[in-house]
């Protein structure tokens, strides 16, 4: 390594990535078929095509394509935030006194404030091409509602969001995001459909929750005429357009000539670590000269699909609605401590993910929040950046990681991902401050409740 | 103009600007000196160092060294994170189907949201190294606090900051930021100060003002050991480091051989606008070829200190105890309408400008904020990022300009600076899209009224 490297670098506009990257391409053992939750047989491009637009649905099943190119009507979208900037850490090195180089590829500058732009764009761009006129979605801390609105606006297409009623209460900032940028955001459960109706006869003064927004979702995108449904993470098709992360920080790396010996990233549904490490995964996968190349994915104490959950096929929703997906989960009737902070509290993983944790190509590591927003504000005050306490998560590992460099002397090239900003997470923060924050790590009795949600069929024996 | 121009450019790291452009060395008619309020007499670096920083104070004073070169240890603030992006709004312009070319430069991908955090290095810089250990400052809607405590976390220094009380109240994340950065946060008025007794002796149930934040905060600083107020607008040291947002705008436009006809800035007190110009306006006043170059600042019509204002020597606040500054000014008993959402609520103007604009090298207009709005959805939906308030008066100007351009065919090349995000002003968005939103332009006995708080003193004959 010549060159000195900048704080932080920036492809520029000829130097972005023209394909994402398709990781099931490369891998040997390929995720299980989703299965039709009815007959139990690998569904079929049809089965989807009435809930999700066409072009998602062909990329969910695609596992030949290595290198998809990128619309250049989805390329015109990245151009109006992105490229976003792979950062040296210099100066959290030079706070912990490390040997150790640290990266780090922050996503959180666009409006949205996270990654989960990255996806939205390009549902909203094959819900236009297909000729559709509007899309719902459901949204709980919103990031992935304000990342659906703008995409929509930028378009032309109409939006409905179902929001988690408790959320919309508590972050009405959030939803005016979402109506300024034109989208309609209608707190669920609501009297628009049936599925809302039914909750709220039995218990009119619920909070709501995400299975049920989803299903409001769903119900209403299917009875709507030229509307689809959209879905932010989890999903392959998510993941696949979440590679755009990967494919430029390879390309910003390779041009300095920087290795990485670790990727680290935090794991909700999996969508941004999928994206992050998909082009050097599928190097080291392909026997590519990535030397001892290691994959972290960093998640919640509170909801340790990885460490402490069973691969197996589940349902994504509570409500049991959707396809069976083989995954790594905690069971879909799991429930999550809510006095957990971040946005990574998902009972299942991505089957790709998941797939490449069962064959040891990804490790996993659980973290209790407490500690991983001591390793934010330690992160905060030399590099500036206020995050997310979903990518605190990765924060965290990096931070442990560049301290063991210390102690044995390697020179470890460390990289991790900044999914998004704080800003919108700042009532954890001011719990953290006030010496309030708790964590609640599940019991074994409690995760055997929710393995019991697990469905009971030959598949899962 | 050969080369494609990209959507965003970033200056890369050696071709960052290592100096500030100091617009008062190039100026034939320099602004008129700051008088001490007791003796009338220009003030001295004595006069001021009491209160101030040395460094910033001799910088306050010096009107002949053109390029200031930037401190490494400044420098490397810089770097964490700069360079802002200067953004092609191609989909503006397309949007509005103009023959003009626009530009912006971005503030706002910091984590204080805007343009703040360019002087908040500099002076917590120089504190340290005058060998302080601590400042003191005031914050209103909370941009320049939370500037203020991410610097003086990265330098090493504490920092007490008054918050105008109903502020702290109906902005806790703002201060959630600023002490999770640690800083300490006292609401304005307090005990802790003899002028915030004495007001809260009065009227125990006030909700406070930057007059009175201000006050205390001088107070505190002047008390204290080794201890210094900060202010964040108005002053010319404060101008002099905006000025690295103009020296990047310049180098990036120099990079690709762009030419701007028009600069169009915001206004409040000035810093802003003042450091997007200064090298273009001092090329222009040094006689370089800069063709019919114009400049432009955009103010509110609620408080309209330039197109209603008078250029007259007054008070910087409310409690008449700040040194006397000649400029464009509503008079400090003004008091603006509490109705306007943005931070452009001050009754006057930094000096340079003023004198700028009474030579008829800067011209004014004023906007009513329901336009402002209108203004800053169009910009949203297209180009994706959500403008403060503040930044969407320079929008406004820039899309008028941009369809004065479709009527005439001409292709103007227009660079407006846009400061910050509207992440902390959303409860103006609600007012807006729920159509509450009003003004208050100030009827001439309103005016009359500011003007009589003006010093009745032989210089403003």
Not at 297 to 302: G, H, Q, T
Not at 433 to 447: G, Q, R, V
């Amino acid at each position: 390594m010549t060159k000195k490297i900048p704080t932080r670098i920036y492809l520029s506009e000829d130097e972005m990535p023209q394909y994402w990257y398709n990781l099931r391409a490369v891998m040997e053992h390929k995720p299980d078929p989703i299965l039709h939750p009815g007959t139990l047989k690998p569904a079929s491009a049809a089965d989807m095509e009435g809930i999700f637009c066409k072009e998602p649905v062909r990329q969910e099943l695609d596992e030949s394509t290595k290198l998809v190119p990128i619309p250049q009507g989805i390329q015109d979208f990245y151009r109006a935030y992105r490229p976003s900037a792979l950062i040296r850490a210099y100066y959290l090195e030079k706070e912990l006194d490390t040997p150790a180089e640290i990266y780090y590829k922050f996503e959180g500058t666009n409006t949205s404030g996270s990654h989960k732009l990255n996806s939205a764009g390009p549902q909203a761009y094959y819900a236009k091409e297909e000729g559709l006129t509007s899309l719902t979605t459901e949204t709980g801390a919103g990031q992935w509602g304000t990342a659906m609105a703008m995409a929509c606006a930028f378009y032309g297409l109409d939006l409905t969001v179902y929001m988690v009623k408790v959320s919309s209460e508590q972050k009405p900032y959030r939803k005016a995001v979402m109506e300024t940028y034109g989208a309609k955001v209608i707190p669920s459960p609501s009297d628009t459909t049936e599925s809302g109706r039914k909750i709220l006869e039995t218990d009119p003064h619920t909070g709501g929750s995400l299975g049920c927004a989803i299903s409001e979702a769903v119900e209403t995108a299917v009875k709507t005429d030229k509307c689809r449904y959209v879905l932010g993470s989890v999903l392959n098709h998510v993941l696949l357009h979440q590679s755009i992360i990967g494919m430029e920080t390879k390309a910003a790396m390779d041009k300095y000539g920087i290795k990485p010996d670790l990727i680290i990233g935090c794991a909700g549904g999996g969508s941004n670590l999928g994206g992050l490490i998909a082009p050097f995964m599928g190097e080291k996968l392909a026997g590519g000269k990535t030397g001892n190349l290691r994959f972290i994915a960093v998640e919640p104490a509170s909801c340790p699909s990885f460490t402490r959950g069973r691969y197996a096929y589940d349902f994504g929703d509570t409500a049991k609605t959707t396809p069976l997906i083989r995954m790594q989960t905690l069971g879909n009737g799991f429930i999550p401590s809510s006095n957990h902070a971040g946005g990574l509290r998902y009972h299942g993983m991505n089957p790709i993910l998941s797939r490449l944790y069962r064959d040891g190509y990804l490790e996993a590591r659980s973290e209790v929040q407490t500690d991983v927003f001591d390793a934010a504000v330690r992160f905060m005050k030399v590099e500036g950046i206020l995050p997310a306490p979903e990518s605190s998560h990765a924060i965290k590992a990096a931070i442990d990681e560049a301290l063991e460099c210390k102690k044995t002397g390697e020179k470890k090239v460390i990289l991790f991902g900044l999914t998004g900003t704080g800003y919108f997470d700042l009532s954890a923060y001011m719990a953290y401050n006030a010496k309030t924050m708790t964590d609640h790590i599940p019991s074994d009795e409690e995760l055997a409740r929710g393995f019991e949600s697990i469905p009971d069929i030959p598949q899962n024996k």
